[in-house]
C-alpha cells in the first residue's frame, strides 16, 4: 500500500467511544447535536430516552476540546469508553481484577492523586455485574497504588457503565465528562422551610453557567411566585422586584429588601436601567414569554445579566430554540443555553445585555 493510502486509511480509523446522558426524553436532542458537531455519529441506546453509546469520527482530546469551547445543550454528560469488558467472557472476579488492571495501567494516574469511581447500570437486571462488589475492588486496589479515593472533587474519575452484556470503563478529569456527578445527576440537598423545587435550577444555573449571584445589586423575577428564586437572591443579598398575580410565599413577605408587585408582568413600569438582573422562570409559551421578557429588557442595564427559562412545549424543541435566540440576540448576548438537571421539559439561558 502507498504511504498516501496508508495514511488516509489511519485518518479514518481516528474514532473515540463515549457514554452520553441527557435529561430523560431528551437523548435523541443531544444525539442531534452530536451530529451536527462531529458529523457521523455510531449509536447504541444504553438506557432507552436517557443513555447512548456513541461512536463519534474524532479523537478523545479532540471531542473534549470542541464540548468545553461551546457546549451542547442537551448533552449532560460524557465518559470516555476506553475498554470493554464482554460478560460472558469471564466471571466476575475475574473481569474486576481486569477492569482493575486496565485502571492501574493508565500511566496518567499518579501515587497521591484523588480518583472517584462511579458506576451505573443500563438496568436492575442488566448482566450479572455487583457494581457494589467492583466498586470495592477498585478503590481497594487503588489504595494499595497509592491513590486517595474520593467521591467529589477528584483529579480522575473512573467510569463505569455496565450494559446488557459489556462492561464499559473510561478514565477522565471531572471536566472533561462535563460534569464531576455519575451521569451528571447533579443533586442539591432539601433545605428545611424551602419554598419550592424551582430553587434549585437557580442555584444550578448558577454553578453551571459560573455566576456569583452576590455579585448583583439589584434582580427583577419575573412570574416569582411561590418565591423559590426570589428566596435564593435574597439569600445572595440582592434587593429584589418580583413580579406575579399569583401569591408569594408568606416568610417572604417580612424581607425589607423585596418588593412585590401583584401583577402581570405586561402591566408593569420600572426606571430605565434600574436592575443588573433579571431572571424569568415562567411556564409559559416560549415566544409568550420572550415577548414580556423583551418589552422589560430597558430595565435592564448594559452589561447586566438574564436567566431564562424557556419551556419546550411543542416537539421540535430545537426549531423553538433557534427561534427564541433569534429574538433574543437582538439585545441580549447569549452566553450559555443548557438543560438544567432541574430542567423538566425546559432549558435555561444565560444572557448578558449589550
Ligand atoms: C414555575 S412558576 C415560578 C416558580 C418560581 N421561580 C419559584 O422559584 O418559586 C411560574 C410562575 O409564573 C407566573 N406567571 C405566568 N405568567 C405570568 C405573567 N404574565 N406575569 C407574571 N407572572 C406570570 C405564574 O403565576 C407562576 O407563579
Known sequence: MNEQLEHQEQQHEITSKWICTANH??????????????????????????????????????????????????????????????????????????????????QALHRGQSVAVQLRKASNDAGAVDLALL??????????????TVTRDSHWIVSIFAGKDTVYVGISTPEDNLSDWSGGALRFQREEGQISRAKFKLLEAERAFGLDLASFSEGLDIGAAPGGWTSLLLERGLKVTAIDPAEMHPSLLENRRLTVLKKNASEVKFRESQFDLIVCDMSWSPMQMVRLVMDLLYALRSGGTAIVTVKLMHKKPLQTIRDISEKFSEHLEIRRMKQLVHNRDEITLYMVKY
Open 25 to 106: 426524553g431528551f437523548i435523541a436532542y443531544a444525539q442531534e447535536e452530536l451530529r451536527r458537531r462531529f458529523g457521523q455519529v455510531k449509536a447504541m441506546v444504553l438506557i432507552p430516552s436517557e443513555v447512548i453509546l456513541v461512536t463519534l469520527p474524532v479523537d478523545e482530546s479532540q471531542v473534549i476540546r470542541e464540548l468545553q469551547t461551546d457546549p451542547l445543550i442537551f448533552l449532560r454528560h460524557i465518559q470516555p469508553v476506553q475498554q470493554e469488558f464482554l460478560l460472558a467472557e469471564a466471571g466476575q472476579e475475574e473481569r474486576n481484577a481486569a477492569i482493575l488492571s486496565f485502571v492501574q495501567s493508565n
Open 135 to 148: 466498586k470495592s475492588a477498585l478503590e481497594a486496589g487503588l489504595s494499595e497504588s497509592g491513590m486517595e
